[in-house]
């Protein structure tokens, strides 16, 4: 049995600038910084540029997410966070569904495997479902874009130290192979102690790691005008595994535990993507590519004594093209995706003699999904736009569990009867075709003024438990969840964007909800019959110096379940686990002089309960970061803070009584040469 189930039987039922005031994103290029092209999208995002995650040392997605209105993260370790929107996405890591993909330069990635980020440019976090872009989103969508090479040769060192021990160094550049052709190279390692103390063995890295990270990424610009992309990127973390401990040890980042374990994160992808615009206003855009993931996952043995845990795989290929055009008062674009996804799920939980639990499962997933949008700008100011997303999904399953160990035969807690069992599900399949429309009403007078209306059918295709115990349980797929959202925004800026202002409400009606959690010490993979999320996110920016900007966000979100009963007990009214009510953040960049430039945010974020153990309750805390840069000609040198007022707080609960705590004070210093 995984982890977060207790040692009973689980439960289970089956951007280039627009080139008119309204087109679509789909006519920018991908990785753009555009703030135009941000200023025109019809959902509700946040653009996270290079500067930001390197002044503010955001070297994971947990990092970034907790730092957005409306986000947040649960993570059994520092390097695999899961995470959340609006309340969806906390069962990645526990079923073979995904409705929060990301991408790296196109291509989808498990979001639990990325580990640490490396050589970025930009990421992009979408709220909402997402239909118009590759896969398919119902909670949104995270797509990161690495860094292109560029045509002059120039390269970086950079050198840190931090707090727990933490060492990175990188060393990047770019290497122009001709006029038109450039290659970007980039390696990198780094190790930290981590910031837990094992009191039992005396020592303070048993849950540190240490990582490899490498870029290879090509860039040639033909005589036709298309770009053509070639990458290569490869990570590998490989560390302790003693995070879990009682809530008075895990408050300390403390633990009693007499062996590290293991977690290890790998993964290796390859990207291809050719783009061209064609003088009749035409756009081509493909993208191929190819990963593979691997997670091993041993707890220390004397957690629960037993050894526990897993080694898994996932490999997948994907592709995306479409074709789009704008005309004087049209556009239009078409698209297909197609991905073919294997994962190998194995869990082992041995506490022999007494009880042993070894499953395997094996799922292959494919996706294929023709998309597309017309729109048509019927009046100065108001362009409407209508989309349909088809998609078919199948998911098989080859399943196998041993189970063994002993058994009270007479009531008198004493184990004392043997028993052994071995069941199989064999080629299991589900599918399911969906069509998935969507209208979007823009309205965009000025080049201060933009305001939309969306509606639009979001999906999450329906899959399998990977780590049922039982075959009744394992055979039976959950339901799709299909649900009806809306959104409504508004953006105004001020002459020479010297400020800006926005405003989003949404709401989403969630049908067959697909929930993973903990139920009085229970874990279920299930369907909620109704639940909804629904809220407000504000956004703000103000440069009263042409050096000084300053940024707030407010969110609020009510996430619960309408309709869900378990085993006899009503779940309606209760809220979605890793889901703040209400999240603010304030944060100030100031440039006194040309040499220096410093960086404060603070974020808070409200009470909420943690997965997967839902009885758990996190107490609302503040996150306070804090940056110095120094530059002086090709050398600069950086100071860092993170979590300065070191607030505690919890990104895991386990039915035992085992919490993770949030990472602790991190200070650091950076220091950088060009050449």
């Given at each position: ?261 293991v977690n290890n994160t790998k993964y290796t992808l390859l990207s291809g993507s050719y783009q061209r615009q064609f003088a009749t206003d035409t756009r081509l855009a493909v993208t191929l590519g190819a990963s593979r993931s691997e997670w091993n996952y041993w707890l220390p043995r004397s957690l629960f ?217 229970l874990t279920v993979t299930n369907n909620a019959k109704r639940a909804h999320s629904r809220g407000l996110e504000f956004t703000g920016m103000w440069r009263p110096l042409p050096e000084l900007e300053l940024n707030a966000f407010a969110g609020f979100v009510n996430a619960k379940w309408d309709e869900f009963v378990l085993n006899g007990i009503d779940y309606a009214g209760q809220s979605f686990s890793t889901t703040p009510r209400q999240s603010y953040g304030l944060s100030l960049s100031w440039q006194p002089h040309f040499q220096w430039s ?78």
């Amino acid at each position: 049995m995984p982890i977060w189930q207790t040692p009973v039987f689980a439960q289970q039922k089956a951007t280039e600038k627009q080139a008119a005031s309204l087109l679509p994103p789909v006519f920018a290029v991908p990785a753009a910084e555009d703030n135009d092209n941000r200023f025109t999208m019809p959902s509700s995002v946040s653009i996270i540029s290079r500067k930001t995650l390197e002044a503010q040392h955001l070297d994971t997605l947990g990092e970034i997410a907790h730092r957005q209105p409306n986000m947040h993260l649960t993570s059994y370790t520092h390097a695999n966070p899961v995470i959340t929107i609006r309340g969806l996405g906390i069962h990645v890591d526990e079923s073979d569904s995904t409705n929060i993909p990301v991408l790296l330069d196109g291509v989808p990635v498990p979001s639990n495997f990325v580990g640490l980020l490396f050589d970025l440019d930009q990421v992009q976090v979408l709220h909402g479902p997402q239909l118009l872009e590759g896969p398919n989103g119902l909670g949104g969508l995270v797509n990161m874009h690495s860094r292109d090479p560029g045509l002059t040769a120039v390269g970086n060192v950079s050198l840190e130290y931090g707090s727990h021990n933490r060492q990175r160094a990188t060393v990047s550049g770019d290497v122009p192979l001709s006029a038109r052709t450039g290659l970007r190279i980039a390696i990198g390692g780094e190790q930290s102690d981590g910031d837990t103390y094992n009191r039992t063995m005396e020592r303070k890295d048993t849950a540190g790691w240490k990582s490899t990270l490498a870029k290879l990424k090509l860039l040639h610009k033909d005589d036709a005008g298309g770009q053509w992309r070639l990458g290569l990127y490869h990570m590998n973390l490989r560390g302790g595994n003693d995070y879990f401990a009682p809530e008075y040890l895990s408050r300390r980042h403390a633990s009693r535990v007499t062996e590290k374990g293991v977690n290890n994160t790998k993964y290796t992808l390859l990207s291809g993507s050719y783009q061209r615009q064609f003088a009749t206003d035409t756009r081509l855009a493909v993208t191929l590519g190819a990963s593979r993931s691997e997670w091993n996952y041993w707890l220390p043995r004397s957690l629960f004594k037993a050894q526990a845990g897993f080694d898994m795989a996932t490999r997948e290929l994907s592709a995306d093209a479409r074709l789009s055009r704008r005309m004087s008062v049209s556009d239009w674009m078409v698209g297909v995706f197609a991905q073919q996804a294997r994962r190998d799920a194995p869990y082992r939980f041995d506490m022999s003699p007494y009880f042993t639990s070894n499953t395997q499962a094996r799922r292959r997933g494919n996706t294929l999904a023709l998309y597309g949008q017309a729109g048509w700008t019927f009046a100065p100011g108001w362009r409407l736009a209508a989309g349909l997303r088809i998609q078919h999904d199948r998911q098989r399953l080859n399943w196998r569990s041993n189970q063994s160990g002993y058994m009270d035969s007479n009531g008198d807690g004493i184990p004392d009867m043997p028993f052994s069992m071995t069941e199989t599900v064999k080629n299991a399949s589900v599918i399911k075709t969906v069509l998935l429309p969507s209208l979007t009403l823009q309205y965009h007078p000025n080049e201060r003024h933009f305001g939309w209306i969306k509606l639009s059918r979001g999906y999450e295709a329906p899959g399998y438990n990977l780590y049922a115990t039982k075959r009744e349980r394992a055979q039976y797929a959950y339901l799709p969840t299909l649900a009806n959202y809306i959104e409504l925004g508004y953006r105004i800026r001020g002459r020479n964007a010297e400020w800006e202002l926005g405003a989003t409400a949404f709401s989403t009606i969630l049908h067959d909800h697909q929930v993973v959690g903990s139920f009085k010490g229970l874990t279920v993979t299930n369907n909620a019959k109704r639940a909804h999320s629904r809220g407000l996110e504000f956004t703000g920016m103000w440069r009263p110096l042409p050096e000084l900007e300053l940024n707030a966000f407010a969110g609020f979100v009510n996430a619960k379940w309408d309709e869900f009963v378990l085993n006899g007990i009503d779940y309606a009214g209760q809220s979605f686990s890793t889901t703040p009510r209400q999240s603010y953040g304030l944060s100030l960049s100031w440039q006194p002089h040309f040499q220096w430039s410093l960086g404060v945010n603070v974020v808070r974020h409200g009470r909420s309960t943690l997965a997967t153990n839902s009885d758990f309750m996190n107490k609302p805390y503040t996150l306070v970061d804090a940056n110095v840069t120094y530059t002086n000609g090709r050398f600069a040198i950086g100071v860092y803070g993170q979590n300065l007022g070191n607030a505690h707080y919890y990104t895991r609960a386990l039915s035992q009584n085992e919490l993770t705590a949030g990472t602790s004070r991190n200070v650091g210093v950076r220091v950088s040469m060009n050449f």
